[in-house]
């Protein structure tokens, strides 16, 4: 007796034994649930490219920088009733800036000096010609309320236009208007205010993340501001943004995963008609689940966007594998009228125990093939589904056979009649469909071939052509669709505004997006300091990046901060040293750089520190240029006018690497579409060799193993074109589809396959083989693949865009794999069995195929 064999019996036999063993096993691996943490950030895709130690270094060495603060933006919009930079507007923003400072949650990340706006140097340089400068500097909200209200209407307006006029205004005051603002106009459509905020040490923010407590104070201004203005103005921050990336995958879960189990109950219901195998059924997808969730929390792993896929996959699959068990032993039991459910479900495992292994096998290598990418949350992706589906053989082929066991053999002791029809046979318009690749195999094999080879060609073409994006605002929700607002609690998702939100910050006032030129070597040359003139004219020429409404480009570094320093300083000593090391007057020093770093860092060490690294022993070892992109500008464009700046360093000892996260998202964009070549290399190579092998050792033929595999190879090819057609890219979560395409669609082909070789074995010839695969095995097939594709179909209903198109592209994946495996896979193993298959099965029929002629009787 063979090893398959003896476990076969173990469970038919001993099948209270087996129930046993597997809910102790699920009590261990539940105790790994409710240790999964949860992700929403993108930085968790890093793979420490060059770009990404480069912004290492950055966070570590510039003190002042945003690895320690970040900061939440207050747009007021303009309406009929209230111009922007009226005098009402800016007392209501000092009034504002006073409900901030009260209540308790915003007021806990606030620093020194938190809060600026138009407001606050309004009312500051009124004060200073009034009483002085440091009056001024020491004007509480209260005192700069007072000074804004007691302005007259001309006083107030002659101020505006002198701080935001393009001769004299500071270039600080111009980021607090839009980009279409006038130079010294008294109106503007809309404004800025600021709001500085300590990020908790050890903690960081960044692309869709930020610690708890930034999280909480955005939400909390974010409510006051709405208390106080309705829709007329809202914050925007990193906080406001991972409140909604995180809002948005835990409302799409609560969505999607009732609304697969819906749907997997209904076709359930169609499939088996019988309330006690979808209850069974059911009871499986929850262990799977509390094994798959179990693992990710003993094993550390983090659920992320990527992860949503996961639970809906595994409710497919696990429906996939039970209805091939129990339809099999529905049929197992049509076939022997005297066989107990105990008797007949040992052949019916045995008949669909192979398939599912090897099923199992080639989805487990479809995702493990992820492991050659470097994004970690793609390895992990890859390890967790792989895990799930192991699990889901492991439920399905034991417990739910002991199960059904069990649990037909107590109805049946009590007068139940547990004998059913398997879906799919028995006539009717689902056995004439299926009937179809029979019938296309017997007329033209040769044609159906060509046919699938020409769209193979065209979604080669629409492969080509589709496009790669990796950014955080492909996961921010739009607000979702009035309909799901009727749902009950807790399923009803909440507003996301976010989305809308950025539009208009990147419209208005360019998008707080920005790249980093790390500069390192000897960075205290003057050749070092012309070279960085020299970026900085570049940054000016270019439409990549953001300018202000007095056409100076939006830029931090070294020299722009020394220059803005000794202007507003004209009296002080930097300014003093400064001037006398610009022996050319081109306000760029060209001598005794080192000394005036030195008085830099003594006038003011916290701006200094924000654009230099100085060591302890007070070398100059690195400094950063930061500029930020253009509202219109593309990331692409933005990033290669990043590299540009960077090639003006290195020619005399200074050399510059470019980086933010601009520059490192779109290096991981380019890994992204790589890592989508590379799973597909793999996993083809993968899936084939060991199909090759494993039929050339079960069926005697290594080119059969080929023949099951390239349908479905060709429908990655169709799957791609319908995503150009469909003006669907590549990102995190559909960036997966070409390994889950070969890894879930090869389970319809094998499954096929081996219906067909079963029955050429019982010495039936080719079309009645063919016919048994097609309506038997086929009519599971077609369970299958209809709750698969609704269970991903309902990721349509995510409030995650790339999830929404994830669902809809992986069920039409499925729809491809399902009608490759009954109309095109027949005409293959037809050719196959002519030319290197088993002679005879042709025997009762041979010229059919041959001539392509079908007889009354083949009908």
């Known amino acids: 007796m063979s090893a398959i064999d003896r476990f076969v019996d173990i469970i038919t036999n001993r099948s209270k034994t087996v129930i046993l063993v597997i809910l102790l096993l699920t009590a261990v691996m539940g105790g790994g649930v409710m240790q999964v943490s949860q992700e929403s950030s993108l930085n968790q895709f890093g793979f420490g490219s060059n770009a990404e130690e480069a912004q290492d270094y950055v966070n570590e060495n510039f003190k002042a920088t945003d690895a320690n603060s970040t900061s939440a933006q207050v747009i007021f919009r303009g309406s009929e009733d209230r111009d922007a930079l009226s005098q009402e507007a800016l007392i209501q923003e000092i009034e504002l800036q006073q409900a901030f400072l009260e209540d308790e949650t915003v007021n806990s990340t606030l620093g020194e000096n938190p809060l600026s706006g138009l407001s606050n140097a309004v009312a500051k340089t009124v004060i200073t010609q009034n009483q002085g400068r440091a009056a001024a500097q020491s004007a509480t909200l209260e005192e700069q309320r007072a000074t804004l209200a007691e302005m007259d209407g001309a006083t107030y307006n002659e101020t505006i236009a002198t701080l935001l006029s393009k001769s004299s205004g500071e270039n600080a005051l111009f980021a607090f208007v839009p980009n279409g603002y006038d130079p010294g106009s ?71 995963m009732p609304l697969a189990l819906l749907f997997v109950v209904v076709v359930l219901t169609i499939a088996y008609r019988d309330l006690f195998d979808i209850l ?28 949503i896929t996961v639970p809906v996959l595994l409710i497919g699959l696990s429906i996939d594998y039970a209805i091939h068990v129990l339809m099999r032993h529905r049929e197992q039991r049509e076939e022997d009228d005297n066989g107990g459910a105990r008797e007949t479900m040992r052949p019916a495992l045995l008949g669909v125990g192979g398939a599912l292994v090897w099923v199992t096998i080639t989805a487990v290598i479809g995702f493990l093939s992820n492991l050659t990418s470097p994004l970690p949350p793609l390895q992990h992706f ?79 073409y629409g492969a080509t052509q589709i496009d790669t994006s990796f950014q955080t605002e492909d996961f921010i929700a739009e607000d979702p669709p009035g309909y799901l607002d009727n749902l009950p609690e807790p399923f009803a998702p909440g507003d996301y505004q976010i989305k809308s939100q950025l539009d208009y910050v990147g419209q208005h006032f360019g998008q707080d997006q920005s790249s980093t030129i790390l500069i390192r070597g000897n960075v205290s040359s003057p050749e070092a300091f012309e070279e960085m003139a020299a970026a900085e ?66 006038a003011t060490p916290a701006q200094a520190s924000s654009t230099i690294y100085r060591t302890d ?103 791609l074109g319908t995503m150009w057609l469909m003006d669907i890219g590549f990102n995190i979560i559909t ?7 070969i890894g879930l669609g090869v389970a319809y082909n094998i499954h096929v396959t081996e219906r067909y070789m079963l029955e050429l074995g019982r010495d039936k010839d080719v079309w009645d083989a063919i016919g048994d695969a097609v309506t038997g095995t086929g009519g599971a097939l077609l369970g299958s693949a209809g709750t698969t594709v609704g269970g991903f179909g309902v990721l349509a209903f995510a409030i995650v865009p790339p999830i929404q198109q994830f669902g809809i592209i992986t069920g039409i994946t499925i729809i491809y794999a399902f009608l490759g495996s009954v109309f095109l896979l027949p005409s293959f193993l037809v050719i196959w069995t002519k030319y290197l298959g088993p002679s005879e099965a042709f025997e009762e029929d041979a010229a059919a195929p041959a001539t392509g002629e079908v007889t009354a009787a083949d009908e």
């Open 617 to 719: 022993d007070g070398n100059y070892e690195a400094a950063q240029m930061i500029v930020t992109k253009a509202g219109p500008a593309t990331r692409s464009a933005t990033t290669s006018a990043s590299y540009d700046l960077a090639d003006s360093f290195g020619e005399t000892g200074a050399t510059a690497t470019a980086t933010g996260d601009i520059v490192v998202f779109s290096v991981i964009e380019e890994e992204l579409l790589d890592t989508v070549i590379q799973t597909l290399i793999v996993t083809i190579v993968a899936v084939i060799a060991f199909l090759m092998v494993a039929y050339w050792y079960v069926h005697d033929s290594a080119i059969l193993g080929a023949v099951t595999l390239t349908p479905i190879v060709l429908s990655v090819a169709w799957i």
């Open 280 to 307: 069974l059924g059911v009871v499986g997808i929850a262990l799977v689940l509390i094994w798959t969730f179990g693992f990710m929390g003993w094993s550390g792993i983090t659920f992320s966007q990527l992860m």
């Open 186 to 256: 008294t109106t503007a459509e809309a404004r800025m205010m600021l709001v500085s905020q300590e990020v908790p040490p050890g903690e960081s923010t960044g692309q869709g993340a930020a610690p708890e407590a930034i999280v909480d104070a955005q939400v909390a201004m974010n409510d006051i501001v709405d208390e106080r203005y309705g829709g007329e103005a809202f914050t925007f921050g990193a906080g406001v943004v991972s409140d909604e990336l995180s809002g948005s995958m835990n409302d799409s879960l609560m969505i999607v």
């Open 735 to 741: 960036g997966t589809i070409t390994s889950l395409t």
């Open 382 to 460: 890859g390890i967790v589904s792989a895990f799930g589906i192991a699990a889901t053989l492991l439920i399905y082929g034991t417990f739910v056979p002991a199960v059904k066991i069990e649990l037909d053999e107590f109805l049946e002791g009590r007068g139940w009649d547990r004998k059913k029809r398997a879906f799919g046979t028995g006539g009717g318009a689902f056995s004439t469909f299926l009937t179809g690749g029979k019938t296309f195999a017997k007329r033209a094999p040769w044609a159906v071939v060509a046919i699938a080879l020409l769209l193979t060609l065209g979604g080669v």
């Open 537 to 602: 004219q570049k940054a000016a020429e270019s439409d990549a990046f953001n300018t202000f409404a007095n056409g100076q480009v939006e830029l931090r570094s070294p020299l722009r901060g020394m220059q803005t320093f000794a202007a507003e300083n004209p009296d002080s000593s930097f300014n003093a040293t400064f001037s006398a090391a610009d022996t050319d007057g081109d306000n760029v020093p060209d001598q005794n750089i080192k000394s005036v770093y030195d008085a830099y860092f003594e």
